[in-house]
Structures are given as structure tokens and as C-alpha cells.
């Protein structure tokens, strides 16, 4: 099972990573922390020390056209922030 969707490549996120040794990825909804420390280890091959789950709901969106009003809502989804140990790190533009 696939837990890990993509990481989130963000200006903050770069910034906890350099600074925090913290690491965003967006998780499928269904995992919990112990699937997704498993998987970050595996993939990655770090020691992680502490994982963070935050579940974010669609928002409703709608924008007026000439044809009328459109509506709409985002996709809902699961953001995890992994803390690693000192010294290990993810350089997710090494294979560029």
C-alpha cells in the first residue's frame, strides 16, 4: 500500500528542512503515524523521530462566469510532517 502521495515542496517547508530537519509530505487518509514513519524509513533510509498528521478538509469554492455561477470544492487530504534525526536529511532534487 502506497502511503506516501508526494512531498510538499513548499518555501516553508524548505525552510523547517533546512533549519528544523522537517520534512512535508502529503499521506493518503487512511494511514496513521506508524504506516507513515515505516514507509518514510524504508523509502528514504532515516532514522525518524517524530511524525505529525494534520487532516485538511475541501474548501467550497465558486467563481462567476458569463455563463452563471460555477461551483465547486478542493480535495480533501492528509498532510504529514516528519521529523528526522540529526545528521539525516531528504534531498528530494537529487535525481534531477
Known sequence: ???ILKPVITEKMTAKGDKL???G????KRANKIQ???EIED???VQ???VNTMNYSGKSKSRFTKSGVISGKTKAYKK???TLAEGDTI???SNI
Open 1 to 3: 500500500m502506497g502511503v
Open 21 to 23: 530537519n522537517q520534512f
Open 25 to 28: 509530505f502529503i499521506v493518503d
Open 36 to 38: 507513515i514513519r515505516k
Open 43 to 45: 523509502l528514504y533510509n
Open 48 to 50: 525518524v523521530l517524530s
Open 80 to 82: 504529514a510532517v516528519v
Open 91 to 93: 534531498d528530494f532534487f
